[in-house]
């Protein structure tokens, strides 16, 4: 945050796809050199936040800065923004090589040194021996750490990533995740990560802006947003959250509203003391085993359905049955007011 | 795979029979199924489950009828006609005389009148190729990558459309068009500017005319392959517009842009009408071909003839094959 200058700064960004609005007046400033996530749920909006600040499509109203400079109407081309799409869009007909060096060739860089450039940014992603490859002979990961290649070998100012990881399996995942985030320490440069993994934004990010109907419903660190998620949405939507509504909250918490308590904070037993320790008798209705935990779904007499999750470490010693009656307990300091009444009269999840 | 392929001929077999996978039956544990009857097996359904276990049985009695008709229509005609060409025309009787001789292929081949014919043809069908590709591509683009949905049915059905008027109303039209008195000339002239007429040029607007449709469809076809997605990255990487077509749009094209020069190169080849009608006093191979069917009544000459645009059609598809073009038709 050294740089006064934001890497990109939205002001009154909008997108209306006919009667669709999909971004609805965003403001955002992102700083140089941060690792921001845009994190919401499919048709939220985050993925055409991304295709304005790439320039693939053009905003109905509002304004795109890119260190200081206005971008709105400028073409892609015309950008020192570069993007890793969620498919990659590698050239089918050119080799791994020429792919990566694409950027440089259509800038007219001469033959010898793009080459040579492209060949240290396969390097930098390990790939130096699948130059002469066509991506099709490239399994999923390597087609992925091609496009990284490709997007970075321009050196951009910032580098947008449309869902990267998604098409990759689990375990690629987990390990392209520790990749990428080296490689933009090493880069310095700014990443803008579009994903709708919850756990994947929380991982790598410096700060997440959670969308939802094209706008952002919360923007923060990742434990800021983990920890005191500011709405019902969020709350839900960023790990897994009890919510109270509020007759469930005025009966266990003895204050109106909507409150969330995460899973990890309650505990099962028969009972704790303490100044602000709230206990609930219930029922269990599921006991899921986890390995490294056990979740225990209990039905509270209160009247609300919530999940508690346990450590399975030595300290565990119940072990609560379908059908067994319980006392779920927690601190009040847990617990999370997520606002007034009109959000208290929906349903609860 | 098995199962799934055979499900809608069984269904079919035995339509009063619930279209019930026969394993249900044998299925492990044997428990009975209440409610649902077995289907009863009938001879159709029996059929069905014997198709459904051999394979090649099944695949036998789909290709029998088209390869048949493949065999005998097409093969078979082909043949003929290359035999015939080995044969000769007893010039007092007018009967095909069944001796072999070469006499009618060095005479195609040596003949001045027959060599002209043969580089004009290729020179027509070379031009129309050129214009129609030159054509084709932006339309094809532009439906492709450009038109809304809407936009692009509405064009694929307007592309189609002139393929569902008869070629000889189409040829007409452009003699009429073309005419000295046409509606070319009408306007034209007032840009000091004149309708070519009748002859080769007239040909040549004609058959591009004729063939683009089908220059079009296979370009179009190829470009809606191309992910939008490697559109925007070269975009992306800095590729302007010019430079994204050639490095990215074209080389990528390039087998179904082949696949539609065949059509023309083909299609040109081979017409005789159009030339018959719009083309004045120039001929091409297919109207030597036609004359010496019909007015010379030398069957043996003109299978000689028609072997020209044949042997140039298998030269351009070796000369295509090594692009992978032929993958896309």
Redesign the interface.
Known sequence: MTDPQPAIRLTGLTKEFGAVTAVDHVDLEIAAGEFFSMLGPSGSGKTTVLRLI???EQPTGGTIELFGDDVTKR???DRD???V???Y?????MSVLENVA??L???GIGRKERIERARRALASVRLEQMGDRKPSQLSGGQRQRVALA??TV?QPKVLLLDEPLGALDLKLREQMQVELKEIQRELGITFIFVTHDQEEALTLSDRVAVFNNGRIEQLGTPAELYERPSSRFVADFVGTSNLFDDAVSRELLGRGGVHSVRPEKMSVGSGETGADVRNAPGTVVETIYLGSGIRLVVDLDAGVRVSVLEQNDRNRVHDDERGDRVVVSWHDDDVVALGGADVASAPAA | MTMNATAPASARGAASDPPEPDRADTAPGGAPRRGIPRPKATPARRASVFLSSHPRVRLGFLLAAPLFWLGLVYVVALAALLVTAFWTVDSFTGEITTEWTLDNIITVLTGSLYQTVTFRTIGVALLVTIIDVALALPIAFYMAKVASPRARRILVIAVLMPLWASYLVKAYAWRSVLSQDGILEWVLAPFGLHTPGYGLPATVITLSYLWLPYVILPIFAGLERVPDSLLEASADLGGKTWPTIRHVVLPMALPAIIAGTIFSFSLSLGDYITVNIVGGASQMLGNLVYTNVGAANNLPLAAAIALIPIAIIFGYLALVRRTGALDNL
Do not use: K, S
């Open positions: 790439a320039g693939f073409a892609p081309f923004v570069n993007t799409f969620q498919d869009a590698l050239f089918p007909h694409y950027g060739r259509v800038r490709r997007a321009v």
